[in-house]
């Protein structure tokens, strides 16, 4: 069941809430659906990354090893 609630936007946010409203529906009437619409995505891509950060682990590599991978790409890199 939606929720009515007052949320305090900063002008620039807010211009940007009825730009995206106005492209996705061609109205600034649609800022509540579009503002929803954006957290899912956010809330959904940081549990995402939590996910990911969080995991299991397929691969280590101690910092020496990384060192070294990171100087032989960088000199792969640097000779094209």
């Known amino acids: 069941m939606p929720r009515r609630t007052t949320v305090i936007l900063e002008d620039d946010v807010y211009e ?3 730009e995206e409203s ?3 529906y061609g109205t600034a009437r649609a800022i509540s ?3 929803n619409e954006l957290l899912r995505e956010a809330f959904r891509a ?3 990354l939590l996910e990911l950060i969080y995991s299991e682990k ?3 590599i101690d910092e020496e090893e990384f ?3 990171r100087r032989e790409l960088s000199e792969r890199l640097a000779t094209r």
Do not use: A, I
Request: aromatic share 6%.
């Open 16 to 18: 940007k809430l009825v």
């Open 22 to 24: 106005v492209k996705r």
């Open 33 to 35: 659906r579009v503002l």
């Open 46 to 48: 940081r549990k995402e």
């Open 58 to 60: 397929l691969v280590y």
């Open 67 to 69: 060192e070294e991978t």
